[in-house]
């Protein structure tokens, strides 16, 4: 495929500096807890006091006056204190605690429904491994106990009867309800188309794809890739190296006419193509969807410029760029692009924004700012669909 970057020559480009424009018991334990404390003090005191006072007066008067006074006091005193302490603790401890665990689904609920292209997340605990089955047939076993949470994607449409099963023993029941697909998108992660370029690129254009299939997904489309090559769960590992050699070299290189054969072949309704540009000057930086164009310039789908009008508007909110332009292929660059042009469904192709710019390669780098990426390429689409 030819590079659109270095056909932007006569467009006024901004600076790569960011503007921001049924439940089981499981089993319990019981504690009691009785704490008696039983304190008796006895305290007497006993105080005997005795006086005795004793006097004796004798007056003798004779002729001649003799004065005899006598006084005895007699003071006896006796203090007995006596003090009794008795204290008696008595403790008696029961703790009665009950630390059952019950097994629980908190998602998904049942009744809900699905479409036949969603993952169906199962979150929920249990209180021991268990075993999950779909319609009689078991499907998972979870080995640990504890917190847990898996996916599953349905082959068939019409009610599921999930079941989950401890020791042989049915924990709980529900049934889920799985919709036929509305519609299929066939996503083009673009690159390399040929060998050895832009490989970088390649790789980030299959993260916000792996990203934008989930999320079309979850409103009914089936998707279909143009090239098969890095599994998921690979480019998701966290050891994987974006610019790493052994990475880079588990890409496929396809030619862009491949890749709308495969689009074709695939009875797709819809084409979005995931491209990143690159050029020389490391300040360009700004987001880019084009439409496919007549030679007289109208959109060869109708409705395909709305669609590019709101892809651009979404990504300029979501990448930190400076501007965005929203164009027909013919009109932009002076030719058509394959990917626009020889396929049979209405699509848009877009480049989100410049790896040459050093600062928004760092923040392509980022997980999490790919997935708002493709949130914005989903939301355009959801809007448009």
Not at 39 to 52: G, P
Not at 110 to 131: C, I, M, N
Not at 190 to 215: Q, T, W
Request: net charge negative; with cysteine; hydrophobic share 35%.
């Amino acid at each position: 495929m030819r590079y659109v970057a270095y056909l932007l020559a006569g467009v006024a480009l901004s600076g790569c500096t960011t503007q921001f424009p049924a439940l089981h018991d499981a089993g319990a334990t019981d504690t009691d807890t009785d704490t008696d404390t039983d304190t008796d003090t006895d305290t007497d005191t006993d105080t005997d006091t005795d006086t005795d006072t004793d006097t004796d007066t004798d007056t003798d008067t004779d002729s001649d006056t003799d004065t005899d006074t006598d006084t005895d006091t007699d003071t006896d005193t006796d203090t007995d204190i006596d003090t009794d302490t008795d204290t008696d603790t008595d403790t008696d401890t029961d703790t009665d605690t009950d630390t059952s665990v019950d097994f629980a689904l908190w998602t998904p609920g049942d009744g809900d429904h699905f479409y036949l292209a969603e993952q169906v997340a199962f979150t929920g605990t249990s209180p021991a491994p268990f075993a999950v089955q779909d319609d009689g047939i078991e499907f998972l076993t979870v080995a640990t106990a504890g917190a847990f949470s898996f996916t599953r994607e349905f082959s068939a449409v019409g009610a599921h009867v999930i079941t989950f099963w401890i020791d042989s023993v049915l924990e709980l029941s529900i049934t889920l309800n799985i919709d036929a697909n509305i519609g299929l998108v066939c996503i083009d992660p673009g690159h390399p188309h040929s060998a050895g370029s832009m490989l970088y690129a390649a790789i980030i254009n299959r993260k916000v794809a792996f990203y934008l299939e989930d999320l079309v997904a979850s409103i009914g489309y089936d998707t279909v890739f143009t090239v098969e090559d890095i599994t998921e769960a690979e480019i998701f590992d966290p050891t994987f190296d974006n610019d790493g050699a052994a990475e880079q070299a588990l890409l496929v290189t396809v030619p862009t006419a491949d890749r709308a054969i495969t689009c074709n072949g695939s009875g797709a309704d819809y084409m979005i193509s995931i491209q990143h540009n690159s050029v020389a000057d490391p300040a360009v930086n700004y987001s880019l969807v084009l439409w496919g164009e007549t030679p007289p310039g109208n959109p060869i789908y109708t409705g395909a410029d709305t669609w590019a009008v709101s892809a651009k508007n979404q990504l300029v909110v979501a990448m930190e760029v400076t501007t965005g332009y929203a164009s027909g292929d013919r009109t932009f660059l002076g030719y058509g692009l394959t990917m626009l042009q020889d396929t049979s469904m209405i699509g848009i192709e877009m480049w989100a924004s410049f790896i040459s710019c050093p600062e928004e390669k760092a923040r392509l780098d980022d997980n999490d700012y790919l997935l708002g990426e493709a949130q914005a390429i989903f939301t355009a689409f959801d809007l448009f669909e």
